[in-house]
């Protein structure tokens, strides 16, 4: 039985840019010190210097900067659109040798899909991670070749109702998951469920820039909780999102950015929260999410709820969250968050 504390970050990506060197996560490192399993979203493998060939201007981090998680990070997800090709074998062996655990990303299919397990003190935490924001060729692992585990989502376009008396009206998007990768992944959260504490998925998805939730988000994190999973946090958005609590389960739709530093969008991918879980047994006690900036010298930083930013952080939160009736109350450290009713 897990007792202790959890916390989750967004959006890593340690390559040397915008002036970030190997102290950017100094100024955050007694916090996740303070808890038992941290766990994130490394954004960016760590290998070669190479430029994606379907992202012009986006290259991996450096490998000498993963020593940053070290001690810092107990395993990190690894199922998104920037982890591509033989560079996940590179960035996987490089977190191997620094005792990092990982998931979402594999030489082959079956090791994509493989859980990273962590074992502390306090109890024992699976995590499982996928994607649904990748390129359609060559970025899915296969049997043969390395990549990401997937939840493929797909989109529709409905006419606006309107359309013919109001020409130019836009459309209405329909998405869902496909229903054999869903229910593949949801396989892989009842397979693991018996054998740790707590269970948490990553999910890469949503649009970069946008706190919207589509309809395929709700669809695959909900099957997911009702598999088996606890904790569900998104990532990609690089911007705070909204929260649920959903049945047994906690969706958190969007962690936003911790340290972000390729270079693009540099003022819009400051803002985070850290989420730290206060769990018993496989129940979460108690959730508080503090914000997060990245400062001028790109380092990640906690900021005080009644700072400017982090007013400005906990309001998105706030709002963002009002549509799946989940009370926020302000607190010193940041938000603490309540189920409804």
């Known amino acids: 039985m897990f ?10 990506n340690l390559r040397r840019c915008l002036d970030t060197d190997e102290t950017c996560l100094d100024e955050v490192a007694d916090e ?22 379907f992202k012009p201007g986006w290259f991996h981090g450096q490998p000498e900067m993963a020593t940053c998680l070290a001690s810092r990070f107990d395993a990190v997800a690894c199922a998104n659109n920037v982890h591509y090709g033989d560079a996940i074998v590179q960035s996987l062996r490089v977190l191997d040798e620094l005792g990092i655990g990982h998931a979402g990303a594999g030489a082959d299919f079956v090791r994509a899909r493989t859980p990273a397990i962590v074992s502390s003190a306090a109890g024992s935490v699976g995590m499982l991670s996928y994607t649904s924001v990748f390129e359609p060729s060559g970025h899915a692992a296969t049997a043969t070749s390395p990549g990401v585990a997937t939840v493929k989502a797909l989109t529709a376009y409905e006419p606006n109702p309107r ?11 329909h998405t869902w998951a496909d229903p054999e990768e869903m229910e593949r992944a949801c396989r892989d959260v009842r397979a693991l469920r018996e054998r740790v504490d707590v269970l948490v998925v990553y999910l890469h998805f949503g649009v970069s820039m946008s706190p919207l ?13 009702d598999a088996g999973a606890n904790i569900v946090a998104g990532s990609h958005s690089h911007t705070p999102g909204g ?7 906690l969706v958190f739709y969007s962690l936003g950015n911790f340290v972000f530093n390729t270079g693009f969008h540099p003022d819009a991918t400051r803002d985070g929260v850290l989420a730290k879980l206060e769990i018993c047994g496989s129940t979460v006690r108690s ?41 926020v109350h302000p607190s010193e450290d940041g938000l603490v968050l309540t189920r409804s009713g």
């Open 287 to 327: 959730c508080t999410l503090l914000p997060t900036f990245r400062d001028t010298s790109a380092r990640a930083t906690l900021v005080a709820p009644s700072s400017r930013e982090g007013a400005r952080i906990c309001e998105m939160v706030r709002s963002r969250s009002e549509e799946f009736h989940t009370i």
């Open 213 to 225: 939730v589509h309809e395929y988000q709700r669809q695959i994190a909900h099957a997911l909780v």
């Open 3 to 12: 007792t202790g504390t959890i916390e989750l970050v967004g959006d890593i």
């Open 32 to 53: 996740l010190a303070s808890t038992d399993v941290r766990l994130g979203n490394l954004e960016g493998a760590f290998a070669a210097e190479e430029e994606l060939p």
């Open 163 to 173: 359309v013919l008396q109001m020409p130019g009206a836009p459309a209405l998007v």
């Open 243 to 249: 929260v649920e609590f959903y049945g047994s389960g």
